[in-house]
């Protein structure tokens, strides 16, 4: 039979928006020690607004957007998303692009009127050998930025970078959890460190894993088990994987990828990590009144 007090735990959860796949789950909820956590779309907002452009070679700024945006239609990364809306918002008509190749966490390619057109981040400008002048990495100012690159036909074209700040009740939440058993916070992300390093200055994180591809996030969470059972959450296509290696997956449901929430053993209904620590809650007051 099942206990009284997991039916009513799972149902609890559901009732602040926490979807909890089963009493496994539940149980597991209450014994995570590690966090491992993605930042673009978690920790952030992951509603980028584009804070810099600077193009690099013959084509001109809309010229530039049109082009990235057309590749990054169809992609359901915060960034992409930040890109076409951008774009449609200067009135840019973005075509239909053809052969369009997403490598998660690292951006798309695809042919946009005759020419091949590469959106994404420098690891996947090295993958197709092509080399941005260091003058073009990301200012002073904009450390904080997510930084993207656009390459036309093999050669650097721009380089954007989108502003995505912490999400209102991203240190809270960090603070809350660390206040119901989690011992130990790990930032583990596919944007560059310094990125990293900025939006966290302050917060209890413990250590940053960054330019991270999705079997690198992976390798992150099944090291971290070393430490105790790792709790990994994550919004993304790319943390699927990761999700799905942790002792316990959690995703943001509301706007991350579907991947992600069929991966996780825990999906947060609303935009939030709020209802995170009281779920924590949840599940160890079940687990005290089933034992
Ligand atoms: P995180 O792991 O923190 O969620 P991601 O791995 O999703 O971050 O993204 C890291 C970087 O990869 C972004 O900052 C961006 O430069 C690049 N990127 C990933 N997907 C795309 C895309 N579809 N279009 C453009 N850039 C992308
Ligand atoms: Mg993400």
């Given at each position: ?18 979807l ?36 690099l ?11 990235a ?119 583990a992300?596919?944007d ?10 302050g917060l ?30 994550g919004d993304g ?6 999700l ?48």
């Amino acid at each position: 039979a099942v206990p009284v007090a997991l039916v009513s735990g799972l149902s609890r959860a559901a009732g602040i928006g926490v979807l909890i796949k089963g009493g496994g789950a539940l149980e597991m909820l209450a014994q995570v020690r590690v966090l491992v956590i993605d930042k673009t779309g978690t920790l952030t907002r992951g509603s980028a607004r584009l804070a810099a452009l600077r193009t690099l070679g013959a084509h001109g700024e809309a010229e530039v957007l049109r082009l990235a945006a057309s590749v990054d239609q169809a992609s359901g990364h915060p960034v992409a998303r930040a890109l076409v809306e951008e774009a449609r918002g200067r009135g840019l008509i973005l075509p239909q692009p053809s052969m369009v190749a997403e490598s998660p966490g690292e951006g798309a390619s695809g042919r946009v009127e005759g020419r091949l057109v590469i959106v994404g981040g420098a690891r996947l400008m090295r993958r197709h050998g092509i080399v941005f002048p260091l003058a073009a990495g990301p200012r002073q100012a904009a450390a904080a930025a997510s930084t993207v690159l656009v390459a036309v036909d093999g050669t650097p074209a721009a380089v954007l970078d989108f502003a995505d700040p912490l999400r209102t009740d991203g240190g809270r939440a960090l603070m809350d959890l660390r206040a119901c058993g989690i011992t130990r916070v790990v930032l583990a992300t596919g944007d560059r460190r310094g990125v990293a390093e900025a939006l966290v200055a302050g917060l209890p994180v413990d250590a940053i894993v960054a330019d991270l591809d999705p079997a690198a996030k992976t390798g992150t969470v099944a090291a971290e088990r070393r430490n105790g059972p790792v709790m990994m959450v994550g919004d993304g296509v790319n943390d699927a994987p990761a999700l799905a290696a942790a002792d316990l997956g959690v995703a943001l449901g509301a706007r991350g990828a579907a991947a992600a929430a069929e991966a996780a053993d825990v999906v947060l209904l609303v935009d939030s990590l709020a209802p995170l620590p009281q779920a924590i809650h949840i599940a160890k007051r079940a687990r005290a009144i089933a034992l």
